[in-house]
């Protein structure tokens, strides 16, 4: 099964995945029926998860809503941290992840809006670039894992810190090495080379410790958040949490 995903992902489009990757995964479920382990997200419990990403970490995706381990994270910390679930909120959502997508869909309390250039999924064809909307429009914004394939994050978040609401806030999660500082060469073109150097063909960069204060260079008010330290051990072994995962809190600048 690992060597399975792993060939999946490397060599098949997410635009292409995200068509068909559920219907699989979903009849995989089947076999992965148990207790020990439950998705925060579905509320749905296996004896394990999946195994998911290029080396396949084990425990990871949910084969029901197909949430990984980043967003049982990140929907535990909005249900404990945030009034997202309460509160009226006017949300972008760039390249939405299809474990949250019709689930925010139906929260009576949202205006919910997708956005992305190439993903199936969404509602907007848009360049986070040069995002189509006006100045103080969103209460909230995620764009997760996106930053590390624009050709220009700063430019991304200075888009991203105009459309937020003066008090508007948002997530923006992104692979995170163990680097000083974030790696990136623009000459660097070639797929194989990139895939050498970042880590994924499709990645123009690879974010280090100064992820936060890079992002910040915008405008745009970037936290690191140490939630899951928060968490007893039992809920992270539960639903299979990222130990070591920062949020990363934004706020209008």
Not at 112 to 137: C, R, W
Request: charge should be positive; hydrophobic fraction near 40%; charged fraction near 25%.
């Amino acid at each position: 099964m690992k060597a399975l995903i792993s060939w999946t992902i490397r060599n098949i489009p997410r635009k292409y995945l995200q068509r068909v990757s559920h219907v699989f995964l979903r009849m995989a479920a089947v076999f992965y029926r148990g207790k020990e382990v439950q998705c925060n997200i579905c509320l749905r419990s296996f004896r394990r998860f999946l195994p998911y990403g290029r080396q396949a970490r084990e425990n990871a995706l949910c084969p029901n809503c197909l949430g990984l381990e980043r967003h049982r994270l990140m929907w535990l910390f909005l249900k404990k941290n945030t009034g997202f679930f309460e509160k009226q909120l006017k949300v972008l959502h760039v390249a939405p992840e299809l474990c949250f997508l019709n689930r925010f869909k139906k929260l009576p309390n949202l205006e919910y809006i997708t956005g992305d250039l190439e993903s199936p999924l969404a509602q907007v064809k848009m360049d986070i670039h040069q995002i189509p909307f006006p100045d103080n429009s969103f209460d909230v914004v995620f764009c997760n894992h996106v930053l590390e394939h624009v050709a220009d994050d700063l430019q991304a978040c200075r888009e991203i810190n105009r459309v937020l609401k003066p008090d508007g806030w948002g997530i923006l999660q992104s692979p995170v090495y163990n680097l000083e500082q974030t790696l990136e060469d623009p000459e660097i073109k070639e797929p194989a080379e990139r895939e050498k150097v970042f880590g994924q063909s499709d990645h123009v960069r690879k974010y280090g410790k100064d992820y936060a204060s890079r992002l910040s260079k915008s405008g745009l008010k970037v936290t690191e958040n140490a939630f899951v330290k928060t968490l007893h051990q039992d809920r992270i072994k539960k639903h299979a949490l990222p130990e070591n995962e920062m949020i990363f809190f934004c706020q209008k600048g």
